[in-house]
């Protein structure tokens, strides 16, 4: 009997993890899904629809808050969406929406202590058996109000589901808030060479973006804690094992790698960033970039050469900025490269340079295009149908670092032909400029 008993609750145990471990494979593949729209009227459906199919629910609303007035669009499922839209008047301004920005998780729709008019929309949406609400918010701005209807088989949410339920809609406030910087963004380089005063507002929006992406680092962390949590569960196979701390480690990395971007952009925008150039070897800066990054490598089955100058003199150079400047380009190959494609780092010397050479048969860069890819929040392909995720920054970055300490970066590149990225570095110490007046600084200023 005891053993039964025991059996039974491995079962259980192991029942648990497996849905753990779909929750998770699939709030990974929402991430990716989400990052990839930047339109907000698809963002909004596409995360009204999913949400419905995780948590099986047959009725939802969803008040999308409008920038220009004071009113939420309105999308609805399950419900005719013109009697919605006639009956609910709902606005941003309100108190409703006020107690929303404040709330955490899910909570009872309650019309006690609401003016009449709200009142009256909240007992239309009971009416309708519409009876829980949680906010879509980035930091303290309401984005939105998903309200949903009864569960199919009327089962309870239990913990899991709404801890995913919370980390989508963080998800997908950090994206809303994201694809509203872009298109305010395109906007003003409309008429930024026209409009000189409008370079005010495009640095902050700068500065808000590097703000959103730093809240952005988060999404990962769900996942870090999940896979975590799985590994303490008895009974699990050891190539399980492996694959979660290889999920966990790899999903480390890129934090670590984007919070080290951010901050840097951030001192680089600030002019307050200090390079320490010293004598070094490239070589060894290489292996140790491609040894962190070798379980991307592995997952994306590329084949990785390592053309490495055995006689190559010393150069100068800050370990750590330019190391992050080759891991960028190297991130970039492996990102673009086709499955079972082949990348190439090398290095070598010429005259009063040391050069690292990062090469990738993907599918290379437009030459229109060129020119600027090495500007700030820059995307090759913008649409929302990109295949491929990223902020903007790490090339900008690459070039800012170069040229910090004497150095420089180039790109070769054509449609189907692969990039060949090449970084320069000074094999003698560079002078430091001379310190800008403090009177011309601030006149240019």
């Known amino acids: 009997m005891a053993e039964m008993e025991k059996d039974i609750l491995e079962e259980r145990d192991?029942?648990?993890?497996?849905?753990?471990?779909?929750?998770?494979?699939t709030l990974l593949e929402l991430t990716?899904?989400?990052?990839?729209?930047?339109?907000?009227?698809?963002?909004?459906?596409?995360?009204?629809?999913?949400?419905m199919g995780i948590l099986s629910v047959s009725r939802a609303i969803l008040l999308a808050r409008l920038d220009e007035e004071d009113s939420f669009r309105i999308h609805a499922r399950g419900l005719r969406g013109e009697e919605v839209r006639e009956n609910l008047r709902l606005r941003p301004s309100g108190l409703f929406a006020r107690r929303m920005r404040v709330a955490r998780g899910l909570?009872?729709?309650?019309?006690?202590?609401?003016?009449?008019?709200?009142?009256?929309?909240?007992?239309?949406?009971?009416?309708n058996r519409l009876h829980h609400?949680?906010?879509?918010?980035m930091k303290d701005k309401l984005y939105g109000i998903l309200i949903l209807g009864?569960?199919?088989?009327?089962?309870?949410?239990?913990?899991?589901?709404?801890?995913?339920?919370?980390?989508?809609l963080d998800i997908a406030g950090i994206v809303m808030d994201n694809a509203d910087l872009y298109d305010e963004m395109r906007k003003a380089n409309l008429s930024i060479q026209e409009q000189n005063e409008r370079l005010k507002g495009l640095d902050q929006m700068k500065n808000q973006f590097l703000s959103t992406m730093g809240h952005e680092l988060r999404t990962p962390i769900t996942c870090i804690i999940g896979?975590?949590?799985?590994?303490?569960?008895?009974?699990?196979?050891?190539?399980?094992?492996?694959?979660?701390?290889?999920?966990?480690?790899?999903?480390?990395?890129?934090?670590?790698?984007?919070?080290?971007?951010?901050?840097?952009?951030?001192?680089?925008?600030?002019?307050?960033?200090?390079?320490?150039?010293?004598?070094?070897?490239?070589?060894?800066?290489?292996?140790?970039?491609?040894?962190?990054?070798?379980?991307?490598?592995?997952?994306k089955k590329l084949s990785l050469d390592l053309e490495l100058n055995p006689t190559l003199p010393e150069a100068y150079f800050d370990t750590k900025r330019t190391g992050r400047a080759v891991?960028?380009?190297?991130?970039?190959?492996?990102?673009?490269?086709?499955?079972?494609?082949?990348?190439?780092?090398?290095?070598?010397?010429?005259?009063?340079?040391?050069?690292?050479?990062?090469?990738d048969d993907g599918q290379g860069i437009p030459e229109e295009a060129i020119p600027s890819i090495f500007e700030r929040f820059h995307q090759l392909d913008s649409s929302d149908t990109r295949s491929y995720g990223g902020a903007g920054i790490g090339l900008s970055l690459v070039k800012?670092?170069?040229?910090?300490?004497?150095?420089?970066?180039?790109?070769?590149?054509?449609?189907?032909?692969?990039?060949?990225?090449?970084?320069?570095?000074?094999?003698t110490p560079k002078p430091e400029s001379e310190p800008s007046d403090p009177v011309e600084q601030e006149a240019a200023t």
């Open 227 to 299: 896979f975590a949590e799985c590994l303490r569960y008895p009974g699990i196979e050891d190539d399980k094992k492996e694959e979660f701390a290889n999920n966990i480690l790899g999903q480390s990395n890129r934090l670590t790698n984007l919070i080290d971007q951010v901050l840097d952009l951030s001192a680089l925008s600030e002019q307050s960033l200090t390079l320490h150039p010293e004598k070094g070897n490239v070589n060894t800066l290489i292996q140790e970039v491609a040894e962190s990054l070798k379980i991307d490598i592995h997952h």
């Open 107 to 127: 909570v009872d729709l309650r019309a006690d202590g609401l003016p009449e008019r709200e009142a009256r929309d909240i007992r239309y949406l009971k009416k």
């Open 327 to 359: 891991r960028n380009l190297l991130d970039n190959a492996i990102k673009f490269s086709p499955e079972n494609g082949h990348v190439k780092i090398s290095s070598a010397v010429d005259e009063d340079e040391v050069s690292i050479t990062v090469s």
């Open 150 to 168: 009864e569960r199919v088989g009327a089962g309870k949410i239990a913990p899991f589901e709404s801890q995913m339920l919370r980390s989508m």
């Open 400 to 427: 800012e670092i170069m040229e910090k300490q004497g150095g420089s970066v180039s790109v070769e590149s054509r449609p189907g032909k692969g990039s060949v990225f090449t970084l320069r570095l000074p094999r």
């Open 133 to 137: 609400a949680t906010p879509i918010r």
């Open 32 to 51: 990716r899904s989400l990052v990839s729209v930047q339109e907000r009227k698809r963002l909004e459906g596409f995360l009204m629809l999913t949400v």
């Open 14 to 25: 192991l029942a648990a993890l497996r849905k753990r471990i779909l929750g998770l494979e």
